[in-house]
Every structure is written in structure tokens, then in C-alpha cells.
């Protein structure tokens, strides 16, 4: 069996001044995303860990490019320049958490590997929604947020607990002693 190997990882900016940023930069821009989050078809999947992983890239892939859009769309209301270079920054955490999420979910799955790099990336995706909420002053309803959020936090439960599931059993001195008298 072939397998074609996609590099997901673009060279870093190295601009210093975040005013030379454009919000636009950071968007998740990578040319493969679409076409690995569009691809339900993980063959090795046995588990059934990696449809949650895409799940959760979804959802923060989409949170993500509302919250860039919305604050690129209410400029003016952003507080201050330094929020909006918050804002910047925060969101170019996200496209290596992305990365590592996809490195993660080929195989040899392990899924404490899964979750934690799939909660870095929530709580990634998590910050730039608490930044980027102080930044703006958002209208209307954003309930749209926190369903998402906590959709995402609905595929995590199962990540953890095939993490948990998966740790070896740990030597605590009173789990051994009452192990051995019901024996």
C-alpha cells in the first residue's frame, strides 16, 4: 500500500512588528486543509479517534476564520491597536496546533498523544475567542461561539477517555494492596 505524505507545515513569518501583519496572514491557509478535513476515509482508524480529531479541526477551523472575518469587518471597533495585535498573535498559535493534530493522526495512533495535542489546540482556538471577544465589541448574539466550543468539547470527552483508557495502570501503593486481597 501506498501512502502519499502531505506536509502541512509552512515556513514561519519572520516579520518582527506585528503592525506589518495583515489579519489575512493569519487564516489557516494551508492549500491541503480543505482537502484532509473534506477526507473522511482514515483507513487505519480502528479506533474511531480520528473522526473526532477532524470534528474538532472543523470546528476550530471554522471558529477561527469567523472570529479573523469579524474582526477584520469591525476594525473600528477594535479598543486599541495593541488588542488587534493581540489578536494576531494569538491567532498564529493556531496553525502549528493544527499541524501537530494532523501529525498525530496517522498512524500509530496514540491517543494521549491525540488529546493532548487536540486540547492545545482547543485551548488555542479558546484564547483567540477570549482575546478576541475583550478586543471587539462584539453585537448581537454570539451563542455561535460557545455551541462550538463546547461541540468541540464533546469530541474531547472521547479523546480522553481513550487516553485514559489506553495509560498503563500506574504502581499506587493502595491500589496494589486492595488488589491483592481480593485475589
Not at 480543505?34 to 473522526?51: C, F, K
Request: glycine fraction near 4%; charged fraction near 20%; aromatic fraction near 2%.
Amino acid at each position: 500500500m501506498f501512502r502519499t505524505t502531505v506536509d502541512l507545515i509552512g515556513a514561519m513569518e519572520t516579520q518582527s512588528e506585528p503592525s506589518e501583519l495583515e489579519l489575512d496572514d493569519v487564516v489557516i491557509t494551508n492549500p491541503h486543509i480543505e482537502a484532509i478535513l473534506e477526507n473522511e476515509d482514515w483507513i487505519e482508524d480502528a479506533s474511531g479517534l480520528v473522526s473526532h480529531c477532524i470534528s474538532i479541526l472543523k470546528i476550530c477551523h471554522t471558529l477561527t476564520e469567523k472570529l479573523v472575518a469579524m474582526t477584520m469587518g469591525s476594525g473600528a471597533k477594535v479598543k486599541a491597536p495593541a488588542s488587534l495585535s493581540d489578536i494576531i498573535t494569538v491567532a498564529k498559535r493556531i496553525s502549528p496546533r493544527v499541524d501537530d493534530v494532523v501529525r498525530s493522526m496517522y498512524p500509530p495512533l496514540e491517543p494521549i498523544l491525540l488529546d493532548a495535542r487536540a486540547t492545545a489546540l482547543l485551548l488555542s482556538v479558546s484564547h483567540l475567542v477570549l482575546v478576541t471577544r475583550n478586543a471587539c465589541h462584539m453585537s448581537g448574539s454570539m451563542d455561535w461561539i460557545d455551541q462550538s466550543l463546547h461541540q468541540a468539547e464533546d469530541h474531547m470527552v472521547v479523546l480522553r477517555e481513550a487516553a485514559l483508557a489506553s495509560e498503563p495502570e500506574r504502581n499506587l501503593p493502595g491500589v496494589n494492596a486492595h488488589r491483592e486481597q481480593s485475589i
